[in-house]
């Protein structure tokens, strides 16, 4: 290896290398890189995806058959077994307050603690 990074040839060697299929590539790549390595490498990646997409196609079909339309007879059951609907139950229901029989009571002051009443 020289201090270029590339391997040195004899002239031999090199007229060897320039015959076969690797050295003909590299001279027309020199000469056209677009045409030689960015085209493949483009159209490579284009037909990649076109080739995957029948793999992301079978991924939403599988998503699509959970969620399915809901039947009449489904419909029909969700309605009838709903329950009454109050705010106030709701709400409670809502902080974790319903779970809990509680009051509130005030806590006792202190002797010489203010009441706080405004």
């Known amino acids: 290896m020289s201090i270029s990074g590339r391997k040195f040839r004899s002239r031999k060697e090199q007229l060897a290398y320039d015959a076969s299929i690797a ?16 085209l493949p490498f483009c159209s490579l990646i284009v037909l990649g995806s076109y080739w995957l ?18 039947q009449e007879e489904d419909l029909v059951k969700m309605k009838t077994s709903q329950r009454k609907f109050d705010l ?9 307050l319903a779970e809990e029989d509680w009051e509130p009571v005030r806590v006792p002051r202190g002797e010489g603690e203010s009441e706080n009443v405004w």
């Open 23 to 38: 050295g003909r590539y590299q001279k027309l790549l020199k000469k056209n890189p677009f045409l030689y390595f960015g």
């Open 88 to 96: 106030k139950e709701e709400y409670y229901r809502l902080q974790g």
């Open 53 to 70: 997409s029948g793999f992301t196609a079978v991924k939403y079909e599988q998503a699509d058959r959970k969620i399915q339309e809901l």
